[in-house]
């Protein structure tokens, strides 16, 4: 007899010699289950999905790794869910991919990217986006070096940085720490990251004692 699929069969559930009844419990010699390709199912918040929802045969699925390398490429999209889950707000998506050599199994949790079309934004620290009661705002440097903020739009996150999608233009300075202290209109001196702000007393080296 030959399966319907192509799969991995799970251990012998009957023994060789073993009376086996059909239609019943006992009829159940084993299970197949198909690896290659492997279906993955996750779920994506409702504001994401407006971006994928009309462009299913667009989107592409990717699977990544932790440090953000591509596994599995190329998976489609192959089922969405037509209700938006009350407790969680997203919608339940699965996503058809690739699998040689049964290198994800069943069970399994993966990370999953997904690509729905391109578009021109900026990455920010999450860290620099404030919330306010009307927007989300960012603190930049004005051209006479004192506080403006810029309500700014945003969709999701990488890693942790934020991504804006407008409200910021080219060569905008933004502010990303001490934003306890910072106030629109004060004037700031503004450094790259990891720099001494400009004007800052520089440290004398330490200088060696002689021993006795």
Do not use: C, Y
């Amino acid at each position: 007899m030959i399966a319907p699929i192509g799969g991995i069969t799970g251990r012998a559930l009957r023994s060789e010699g073993s009376l086996v009844t059909a239609n019943t419990d006992s009829s159940l010699l084993t299970t197949l289950t198909q690896v290659d390709p492997i279906w993955v199912l996750f779920p994506l918040a409702e504001s994401d999905f407006s971006r994928v929802r009309g462009a299913k045969q667009a989107t592409r699925v990717q699977l990544v790794g932790e440090d953000g390398a591509i596994l599995a490429d190329h998976g489609r999209l192959n089922f969405t869910s037509t209700t938006v889950d009350a407790k969680t707000g997203a919608v339940q998506l699965r996503a058809e991919l690739p699998n040689p050599g049964a290198r994800w199994l069943p069970g399994q949790f993966v990370k999953v990217r997904i690509l729905a079309g391109e578009q021109d934004a900026m990455l920010v620290p999450q860290a620099a986006v404030l919330q306010t009661d009307q927007a989300r705002i960012v603190m930049t440097v004005g051209q006479d070096g004192k506080v403006v903020p810029k309500p700014v739009r945003t969709a999701n996150w990488i890693g942790t940085d934020m991504v804006v999608t407008g409200g910021l233009d080219d060569g905008d300075r933004v502010i990303i720490d001490n934003l306890v202290k910072v106030r629109p209109g004060a004037p700031v001196r503004p450094h790259a990251p990891g720099e001494a702000p400009q004007g800052a007393p520089a440290q004398a080296p330490a200088r060696p004692q002689a021993s006795k």
